[in-house]
């Protein structure tokens, strides 16, 4: 993957560290590491006969054909040479649904005529997502169509955002020592910041004094939010969560309607955590929304302990 501007902190793309001490956690949509793809287009397979319009052909899908399969054919090479023919993907049967229409549109833009050029009655499949490694994409490669090997996508997602570590040491350094001094059952806490907005919100577990079993520190946190929101809107939105223990389903769940963007959090818990211990919750394809979660995990900050079972 190209990193046109290389974002200022530490970043080790291989093991998905920032300045060695956030670590990556993925949502179940990127966990896939398969060998094999599970979805695929069908794509429409030319064969070129006459080869000075190769170029034609090229120009032709590029330019007349709309290009909202990106994230499926971006990493197609177009053209391959199978027993000295040369067979060309134009789209896939989802953008071009006939072959009527497909040859119609080739005789309008490029006058090649039957004798040019065979569309094949046998479809292609190319695996819908990309392939995760290197030598995965070249078996992908053999078994359906050549593919280009453009880099981990993920490299650009951690290159791209912002770590303003002042800020994020500033917040895991008092929740976790507001977590070590707190005398709840459940002694986590949770900060909800807006740098945007310039708001902040301090939560804690308030299952002790309310008696409300759904009032865990990141339910208390999102409450405190909705009732200082000026409007109507997504309720968290451009929030960055800071937490001490990995939430529950249910926090994560309503994390994810609430449009945060990112979470920090600092200790696992083993039987409940949902976002790396458990579901993986911020990143499923059929949620409305996800959000990217990092883990700390230098040796600064701590959290209080708390039973691997029990529902943070
Ligand atoms: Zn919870």
């Known amino acids: 993957m190209v990193k046109k501007i290389h974002n200022p902190v530490k970043i080790d793309y291989v093991n998905c560290l920032v300045e060695d001490c956030l670590q990556q956690i993925k949502g179940a949509d990127s ?71 497909l040859q119609e549109l080739i005789a309008e833009h490029t006058k090649a005529d039957a004798n040019d050029y065979l569309l094949l009655d046998q479809l292609a499949l190319i695996p819908k997502t990309s392939p995760p490694t290197k030598e995965i994409a ?99 939105l451009d929030y960055e969560v800071f937490t001490t223990h990995e939430p529950c389903a249910m926090c994560c769940m309503a994390l994810v309607h609430s449009r945060i963007s990112r979470l920090f959090y600092i200790q696992d818990v083993k039987h409940t955590g949902s976002l790396k211990s458990n579901y993986h919750m911020h990143g499923i394809k059929s949620l409305n929304s996800k959000y990217h979660v990092f883990q700390y995990v230098g040796d600064k900050y701590h959290a209080a302990a708390v039973e691997q079972s029990a529902f943070v």
């Not at 287009?41 to 006459?50: A, Q, T, Y």
């Not at 080869?51 to 032709?60: C, D, G, H, P, T």
């Not at 740098?195 to 919100?201: D, F, G």
């Open 138 to 236: 070249l078996e992908w490669g053999k078994s359906y169509w050549p593919l280009t090997w453009r880099g981990n996508p993920n490299d650009q997602v951690l290159n791209d955002m912002e770590y303003d570590m002042v800020k994020i040491n500033k917040y895991l350094k008092e929740i976790s020592e507001l977590s070590a001094t707190c005398k709840n059952t459940v002694p986590s806490v949770t900060i909800f910041s807006n740098s945007r907005q310039n708001k902040l919100y301090v939560a804690y577990d308030e299952r002790d004094t309310t008696g409300n079993p759904l009032d865990h520190s990141v339910m208390c946190g999102i409450k405190q939010v909705a009732e200082n929101l000026p409007k109507d809107g997504y309720l968290c």
């Open 31 to 101: 966990m896939t590491t398969s060998a094999q793809p599970h979805e695929f287009l069908s794509c429409w397979v030319i064969e070129i006969k006459n080869k000075a319009l190769v170029q034609k052909f090229v120009r032709f899908a590029k330019e007349n054909i709309p290009s909202n399969e990106l994230d499926g054919l971006q990493n197609v090479k177009k053209i391959k040479v199978e027993n000295g023919a040369l067979k060309f993907i134009p789209c896939s049967t989802d953008t071009i649904q006939t072959k009527e229409k």
